[in-house]
């Protein structure tokens, strides 16, 4: 019998409720997604240098072939990118409003591009010469603002590609480590193409690759046909390897308490490992350019070196005696290259000078024809078909001209000068963000200073002459400087937002 206190069973001591779940493990879920993610984009990293690394091979990525390839693999590279970001739920590095003006830039000139090639547009909208043809012809006929669809269609396509570039360059390389991986990959990369420039040009000099080589015997060209475009290419291996020198012998130099004979010491001790690999490509590098006999290369490059060390300078300001070390190197490994392998560039520029009448004509054609299309441009990619309108006896009768040796006035003439000058816009942005990480950051600033330093090097090259329309000098600069740009921003300020 109980007692007259016990209290009669409830329901929950009847039926007691079962044990709670364990919460799910969130947080090791978020954590296990971005480790893969990190796996992941670690393993599309490598391929993307893969790619940079072949894209010289092919001729400088100058046929269709390499076209293709390129398009393809860039764009597949890009949407398996993405891809891992939605299925491990990570936001970009760097994220698009960071970056907002080149990536309007680029929709931009994409989606006019697309207008131009277009065959839905009025009539009062077409070039002229679609109408002149059905009259010719006496019948109807497709036109659009491009003299040239199919050239329209290619020149985007290239230009989607080196977009896309960009855009995982700056996505891979907001790390630091990686940007960091990028610069010495870039480096070693031009310094394995001017090792292959100089032995074929010494040993095998009717050859390039498995090929017969039919222009520019006299010159170092590596794997590209022509001269001033491998110029450029070794230009941008040039600010790379500099850059990595800077790191070693600036970033790195003595404490600012040692005194002198240690530093000369450490600066000493530099140059046995990592430090004598950097003068070894700086040495290479700058061989091969000189014997390129490339006037335009040889100046835009020097003007890149210039640009470097004054940055360099500029950073370098509290550590002087590291800086001064490092200069003096680099300039004794650059000069040794000049004077042993600059003959054919002095003889180029005692005979020939500096410009070409020929180039001056054409650079007057060109500029009548913007005049006559100053809006909606003859269509992307298209100068050659547009010049045979305008050539006339100014210049030689002899040869093709395809391209206007000077690539601000090539896109001014085909993409029309409102969206020309957008493009041209948002490349000035990203300069002046690699230029002032270049000046601002404390470390990881090897990129920001090879991409500033490059970035002048096509630049300046850009008005004599098409190294920046050649997809392995374009796609290798648009890789540096979204590493520059992505590096722009501290480390320890979050860009995902």
């Keep these: 019998m109980r007692g007259e206190d016990?209290?009669?069973?409830?329901?929950?001591?009847?039926?007691?409720?079962?044990?709670?779940?364990?919460?799910r493990p969130r947080q090791r879920s978020s954590s296990a997604l971005a480790a893969l993610g990190t796996r992941w984009d670690e393993w599309l990293f490598l391929v993307f240098l893969a790619l940079l690394a072949w894209v010289p091979f092919w001729f400088g990525s100058n046929s269709p072939v390499a076209w293709g390839a390129n398009a393809v693999g860039f764009g597949a590279l890009a949407l398996l990118y993405e891809l891992g970001l939605l299925a491990t739920r990570r936001r970009h590095p760097l994220a698009a409003r960071?970056?907002?003006?080149?990536?309007?830039?680029?929709?931009?000139?994409c989606f006019w591009s697309l207008l131009q090639l277009a065959p839905f547009l009025p009539v009062g909208y077409q070039h002229p010469i679609w109408q002149m043809a059905r009259e010719a012809l006496g019948r109807e006929m497709q036109g659009a603002i491009s003299v040239n669809r199919d050239d329209t269609a290619i020149a985007l396509t290239r230009f989607g590609a080196c977009g896309l570039c960009f855009w995982l360059a700056a996505q891979f390389c907001r790390s630091s480590a990686r940007a960091r991986k990028l610069t010495l990959a870039l480096a070693a990369i031009g310094v394995a193409y001017a090792l292959y420039g100089i032995l074929a040009f010494y040993l095998f000099p009717g050859t390039m690759l498995w090929f017969d080589k039919r222009y520019y015997l006299d010159s170092v060209t590596s794997t590209f046909v022509n001269r001033n475009t491998y110029a450029t290419y070794a230009g941008i291996g040039l600010m790379t390897a500099l850059a990595l020198a800077a790191n070693l012998f600036l970033d790195r130099g003595a404490s600012r308490g040692a005194n002198f004979a240690r530093k000369l010491a450490q600066f000493v001790a530099s140059l046995v490992g990592a430090g004598g690999l950097a003068l070894a490509?700086?040495?290479?590098l700058g061989a091969a350019l000189m014997l390129t006999g490339s006037r335009g290369g040889f100046f835009a490059t020097l003007a890149g070196v210039l640009t470097f060390l004054l940055l360099a300078a500029v950073r370098g300001r509290k550590n002087a005696v590291a800086a001064g070390f490092g200069g003096l190197a680099v300039g004794l490994a650059i000069a040794a290259a000049f004077f042993n392998f600059g003959d054919l560039l002095a003889d180029r520029?005692?005979?020939?000078?500096?410009?070409?009448?020929?180039?001056?004509?054409?650079?007057?054609?060109?500029?009548s024809s913007i005049a006559d299309a100053p809006l909606f441009g003859f269509g992307d990619g298209t100068f050659q078909r547009a010049f045979y309108m305008y050539r006339d006896a100014s210049i030689s009768p002899f040869g093709v001209w395809d391209k206007a040796h000077n690539s601000y006035l090539e896109l001014l003439q085909g993409l029309g000068v409102p969206v020309a000058t957008v493009l041209l816009l948002s490349l000035a942005w990203a300069f002046s963000r690699c230029v002032h990480a270049a000046v601002t950051r404390r470390r990881s600033a090897a990129a920001p200073l090879a991409a500033s330093a490059a970035t002048v090097v096509v630049g300046l090259h850009a008005f004599v002459d098409f190294s920046l329309q050649i997809e392995a000098v374009a796609l290798t600069f648009a890789a540096l400087l979204g590493a520059g740009v992505a590096q722009s921003w501290s480390s320890s300020v979050s860009t995902e937002r």
Excluded: I
């Design 281 to 284: 490509s700086l040495f290479f």
């Design 6 to 23: 016990a209290k009669p069973p409830t329901v929950e001591a009847a039926f007691p409720p079962s044990e709670p779940k364990p919460p």
């Design 349 to 367: 520029l005692s005979s020939q000078g500096l410009a070409s009448d020929d180039r001056l004509a054409v650079y007057g054609l060109t500029w």
């Design 98 to 109: 960071r970056v907002w003006f080149p990536v309007l830039a680029f929709l931009v000139v």
